[in-house]
C-alpha cells in the first residue's frame, strides 16, 4: 500500500479531527471576544461626581474657613467639610482610592490636606468617608454620597509656602490612574473666620493638563 492509498483510507478521519478542532477554535474564540464585548459593554459609562460644601459635623458646626480649634487662640486651621457624591453608570463596581483635597500655588502643588477618619466624641461620634475611609466602592449603576472633612494646620505648612490659591480635588481610580478636578480658588488665605459658603451642589470636570487657562466661574471663590 502506498502513500497515496494510505492518506486517502485515513481522510475520513482526518477530516473529521479537522472539522472538530476547527470547531473547537471557533467555539473558544466566539466565547472568548463574546465576553471581551460583554464587559465592555459592563464598563461602558462614566463616573460623575458632585460635590456641595456643608457645615462640619462637628460640634461648632463651622462651614469651610480658617479656625482656631477649641477656642484655644493657637495653631490656625483650615477646615473643608463636603457631601461627595459619586454616579456610576457604568454596569461594575468603580473604586475612587485616597480621596483627597491639594493646596496649590500658581499652578504649583504646596500641600496636601489631611482628611478627617471621625468627628465628635464618645457621646456623638460620627464616622466620615466610607466607614472611616477615603477609598470609597460605588456599586454598578447606583450613586452613594459620603459626608467627608479636609484641613490643612498653618503650623505645618512648607515653610515659605503657606499661602494659596486654589484647591484641587483627586483621586486615583482602580487601575491606579490619578484623576485631578478643580475644585474651589482662594483670594485670602489664614484670616480667621467662614469662607462665603455656596448653597448648591457643583459638579466636578477633570482638570486639563494646563488648570491655569480654565474658567473659573463655575467654581466657588473663597472671598
Not at 460640634?59 to 469651610?64: D, I, M, S
Not at 505645618?156 to 475644585?183: N, R, S, V
Not at 482638570?207 to 487657562?213: E, L, M, S, V
Request: charged content about 20%; aromatic content about 14%; hydrophobic content about 40%.
Amino acid at each position: 500500500m502506498n502513500m497515496t492509498q494510505i492518506f486517502a483510507q485515513y481522510m475520513p478521519q482526518i477530516m473529521n479531527l479537522a472539522s472538530a478542532l476547527l470547531g473547537s477554535l471557533i467555539g473558544a474564540f466566539l466565547t472568548l471576544a463574546g465576553n471581551v464585548i460583554f464587559r465592555k459593554v459592563q464598563e461602558s459609562g462614566h463616573i460623575s461626581i458632585y460635590v456641595r460644601i456643608v457645615h462640619s459635623l462637628s460640634g461648632k458646626h463651622h462651614t469651610w474657613g480658617f479656625y482656631h480649634p477649641k477656642d484655644s487662640g493657637t495653631d490656625l486651621s483650615f477646615h473643608v467639610p463636603i457631601w461627595f457624591e459619586v454616579v456610576n453608570t457604568c454596569g461594575v463596581q468603580r473604586v475612587l482610592r485616597d480621596v483627597n483635597l491639594y493646596a496649590y500655588s500658581s499652578g504649583q502643588e504646596v500641600i496636601p490636606f489631611m482628611q478627617s477618619q471621625h468627628l465628635g466624641n464618645d457621646k456623638e461620634k460620627y464616622v466620615l468617608g466610607q466607614n472611616g475611609a477615603y477609598t470609597v466602592v460605588i456599586p454598578e449603576k447606583s450613586s452613594c454620597r459620603f459626608n467627608m472633612e479636609f484641613f490643612l494646620r498653618l503650623s505645618e505648612m512648607p515653610e515659605g509656602h503657606t499661602d494659596f490659591d486654589k484647591i484641587i480635588l483627586a483621586y486615583y481610580d482602580e487601575h491606579d490612574i490619578f484623576h485631578t478636578f478643580d475644585f474651589a480658588t482662594v483670594e485670602t488665605c489664614w484670616t480667621e473666620g467662614a469662607l462665603n459658603r455656596p448653597k448648591v451642589w457643583f459638579r466636578l470636570k477633570e482638570k486639563q493638563a494646563f488648570h491655569k487657562r480654565r474658567k473659573d466661574k463655575e467654581l466657588p471663590c473663597a472671598k
